[in-house]
């Protein structure tokens, strides 16, 4: 049978999908290689299955939602049985209500409807034409299918290569159709032919066609049958030589006028709707005779009420013939009568519009509103962009990109939101809306470019905003000044110190800690600890009553405790972002959250917890759009695996791939240092080539967590004076701050570097009681150990031998571990390894889901943080009983257990 291999394929996916191992696959291949015969004949194998169908329309692509509109409108009675935000959320995304809908609720809510249905009956989900989805409903359906775990759902796209526009799946497994040969091509043409083929003339038609089914299908349509068995003459050049588009066109242009405009109106037509396509037609003329005429043709068909083109070719070869006058009559036409529907109403008019019209205009507008609240971010950006081409007046023009640039740059297109941004800046003059843009080109910037080029935007922000929002500029003013403590220049003049003068003793809480965060940060470069460590805690104080819900004041108290090394608060306001996040489905922040918070847990020894983190954020950076992202929780899983004594290198190949192929941005020095630390940790066996790496951590806060390895390093490549000066740096900190955390590393230090080693490692250990860093004070306890037993002190170097024994085993840490049972050994105790609870057995996931579950949350509610369907939630709970040997969720909350 034709294709054989890819039928096999398709068939594993769908028997996996029934045995409730769920997958997606793409189909990928050039126009006319059988994409969608494979696909036809999958529905036609999916017995026992419920089969779901949509296919993109290359003329409905900036509509949000609408291909997913239309593969969950069967559904749409199980809207009700959905968690009440991933309910509302896709209800407003297929239209089902109004009201605003967070995007990634909606995607959540989508999985969770197809594993509800698919409880029922295995599901075959069948997307075709995959490169022609609107924005919103293709990241909808890659958030499900690189989510299908343990669902009985398999999801089938095809997707045309060669195409101006792309599925972007690369991450999805994936079968590419070539060109047929041999026998292949034999059953094709003979198919058509009904005789029998000559090889000579089989093998100069694939030649032809480069194999292409659909050409070697048109081709035995139009030789003879004398033609195909070789007893008559090819005609040179063969019909198809100028490609299965151009044999479509021919056939288009022996119709009559009327067919010719009857399949132009059907061409530009997205609703597949024969009354629509009918009542637009008769308005140019073309009645039930021309459908007649298209019918025979064989370029289009009807089903019912269902108008449809023989292949996509066709509607590309018809549409793209026409004159631009003959394209602009049939959108005004289709606008004409679809009164009732208007988004495509409103496209319909601004493809007819050559020239500025306000009711145009008006109309996209309402459309951006609405895709807007729907989630639908990248149709929003469209109808704003094009309603901006047709804006007469400069200033409101410059307000719409300004929209249309934000809506990219939340739909994940930071490219397309900066060119926006770009061309708005020439014409926005209202100083509160530029204030807006040149925030959001930094925002862009910083994210995507390099540090220095979004503070300069910032810059420019504060000096706009001060002249008519304080509030507003205050806050940005405290974001200069973070960027500037994390490495920041400007080319400009501009001292971020004096951008805004200070708020009013009666100004809001929130404006007076952002002023005091500003002055902490602004320290903090220069390095003045005593005063940052004042200012951030008078920031602190201003909002601790008052929880905070701000995007930008919340995130940067977080930054600011760890500036000061208060683990205690960043954890608390991690968290609290985290907790926000997860209950807003607000993907992006979730994923913030999760690898900053990570970084702490990482230095107090929360290792199970930042490797969850991290593993968590992976597959959402692929969701957000921003595939640079998903460096940072590399870097962290190499550090996390380096400090266990587990192979890094996998997670430093993927750090290397990703910052060759995309821009970091504002991260892109984190996780270098991260990088490096996880590169010395690894070649701890070579102190030089270690100290080489460690000494190229540059970012404050990672300089201060990595430390102790730096120091020891130091020390053990026979460099002393690095070392001194490490524990120097390490020591204006700690007397600024008055950090428990930095004082024990300072006092480490010195007893490596001084010759009354013993008072300093005591001095260390004090601070390390009143510190969370468990790894910090586990290597205290090893160097004091091992100092006291080469004092030949056996006795008393066991206790601290034994504690750092317990604590790396606790924190999982194997070499350390090992190290220290080996010095306990030679002090002359064996060392007992104790019978510890943890959950280092389980996964990732694993552990996300026991913690979840340990804090009362059903298994929908955990499935709703996770971004991940319940039935995943239940598999992987149903792991976490049966190796830490619970029945009952009340066993697993007794159970004394660090996940």
Known sequence: MLRDRERATITALLDAARSGRGGALVVRGVAGAGKSTLLSDAVAAASGMRVLRTSGVESESPLAFAALQRLLWPLRSRLDGLPAPQRAALSAALGEATGEGERFLAFLGTLSLLADAADEAPLLVVVDDAHWLDDASSAALLFVARRLQDERVALLFAARDGDARRFDAADLPAVVLGGVTGADADTLLAARAGGGIDPGVRDQLV???????????????VLTGEQLAGRAPLPAPLPLTGGVERGFLDRHRRLDEPAQRFLL?????????????????????????????????????????????????????VYRAATSAQRRT????????????????????????????????????AVAERAAARGGHEAAAAAWSRAAELTTGGEARGRRLHRAASSAWLGAHPSQAAALATTAGATVTDPLVRAQLLTLQGQIAWNTRTLDEGYDFVLQAVQVAAEVDEAMAQQ????????????????????????????????????????????????????????????????????????????????????????LGDDERALRLHEHQLTAARAAGALNMVEHALTRGAQVQLAVGAWSKAAAAAEEALPLTAATGHPGLSALPHALLAVLAALRGEDADGHLAEVTAIR???????????????????????????????????????????????????????????????????????????AGTGTPAATAVVEHGRALLADGAEVHFQRALAAHADSLRLPDRARTELAYGEHLRRARRRVDARAHLRAALALFEELGAASWAERAAQELRASGETARRRDVSTA????????????????????????ARLFVSPRTVDFHLRNVFSKLGVTSRAELTALALEV
């Open 476 to 563: 940005l003013a405290m974001l200069a000044a973070s960027l500037v403590a994390f490495g920041a220049r400007s080319p400009r003049a501009v001292d971020p110190s004096v951008l805004v003068a200070p708020p009013a003793p009666d100004a809001p809480p929130r404006v007076r800690a952002a002023a005091a965060l500003r002055r902490g940060f602004i320290a903090a470069a220069s390095r003045d600890w005593a005063a940052m460590a004042e200012c951030f805690r008078a920031g602190f104080a201003l909002t601790d009553a008052d929880p905070l819900d701000d995007h930008v004041l919340q995130p940067n108290l977080a930054i600011a405790a760890v500036f």
């Open 207 to 221: 030649a032809g066609t480069g194999g292409n089914p659909l050409a070697l299908v048109e081709l035995a349509r």
């Open 840 to 863: 280092t057995d389980l996964t990732a996931q694993e552990r996300q889901v026991a913690a979840l579950v340990r804090q009362g949350l059903s298994n929908r509610d955990v499935a």
């Open 660 to 734: 060759e192929a995309h821009p970091l941005g504002v991260s892109d020095g984190l996780v270098i240092d991260l990088a490096h630390w996880a590169r010395a940790l690894g070649a701890a066996a070579q102190p030089a080539t270690a100290l080489h790496h460690l000494a190229q951590i540059s970012e404050p806060g990672l300089r201060r967590a990595a430390a102790v390895d730096r120091i020891e390093t130091a020390v053990r490549a026979g460099r002393a004076d690095l070392a001194r000066t490490w524990v120097d740096e390490l020591a204006e900190h700690a």
């Open 330 to 365: 049939a959108h005004r036409a289709l606008a004409e009568v679809l009164a009732g529907d208007p988004d495509r109403r409103a496209w319909h008019l601004a493809a007819a519009a050559d020239r500025p019209d306000d009711d145009v205009v008006a109309a996209l507008d």
């Open 265 to 317: 109106v059907a061409a530009t037509d997205d609703t597949a709707r024969l009354t629509v396509v009918r009542d637009a037609a008769e308005r140019l003329g073309a009645g039930d005779d021309a459908l007649d005429v298209a019918e025979r043709s064989g370029l289009l068909r009807v089903d019912g009420d269902v108008v449809s083109l023989y292949h996509p070719l066709v509607r590309s070869a």
